[in-house]
């Protein structure tokens, strides 16, 4: 089984909307995951502003690609170099360590991580 940022066994980031290179709920990487999507977040209105502006729409309905559109609260495994660079501008949505595949690490600081932690059952 994955390990979390934590050491311990990856947790499901979220189910609704299905979330994961791999749409299984959980963050799990993999060879074709290029976008290394293994943050597990929680939108803020914020994050998928700053997103949208940065060329990533997270927010519009694609329904031929099964993407109902993101909103604030839901939870999505992000990509660790995305998620770097709303922190580093200042807009970082909270993260949830339980369900953040340890790989982000090699992208991001654990304290960075903790410093935006939510608790797994929070929104």
Same mark, same amino acid.
């Given at each position: 089984?994955?390990? *979390?940022? @934590?050491? !311990?066994?990856?947790?499901?980031? =979220?189910?609704?909307?299905?979330?994961?290179?791999? $749409?299984?709920?959980? /963050?799990?990487?993999?060879?074709?995951?290029?976008?290394?999507?293994?943050?597990?977040?929680?939108?803020?209105?914020?994050?998928?502003?700053?997103?949208?502006?940065?060329? *990533?729409? @997270?927010? !519009?309905?694609?329904?031929?690609? =099964?993407?109902?559109?993101?909103?604030?609260?839901? $939870?999505?495994?992000? /990509?660790?170099?995305?998620?770097?660079?709303?922190?580093?501008?200042?807009?970082?949505?909270?993260?949830?360590?339980?369900?953040?595949?340890?790989?982000?690490?090699?992208?991001?600081? @654990?304290?960075?991580?903790?410093?935006?932690?939510?608790?797994?059952?929070?929104?």
């Amino acid at each position: 089984m994955a390990k *979390n940022v @934590l050491g !311990t066994d990856l947790q499901t980031c =979220g189910t609704d909307p299905m979330t994961g290179f791999y $749409r299984d709920g959980c /963050c799990n990487t993999g060879q074709g995951d290029q976008g290394v999507h293994v943050v597990c977040a929680q939108m803020t209105e914020e994050f998928l502003a700053f997103s949208r502006s940065r060329g *990533n729409d @997270l927010s !519009t309905p694609e329904p031929a690609w =099964g993407f109902p559109g993101l909103q604030p609260g839901d $939870r999505w495994c992000l /990509c660790a170099e995305r998620w770097k660079e709303a922190l580093d501008a200042g807009f970082a949505p909270p993260v949830v360590l339980e369900a953040t595949h340890i790989s982000a690490l090699e992208f991001v600081d @654990l304290a960075d991580l903790k410093a935006s932690a939510v608790s797994p059952g929070s929104r």
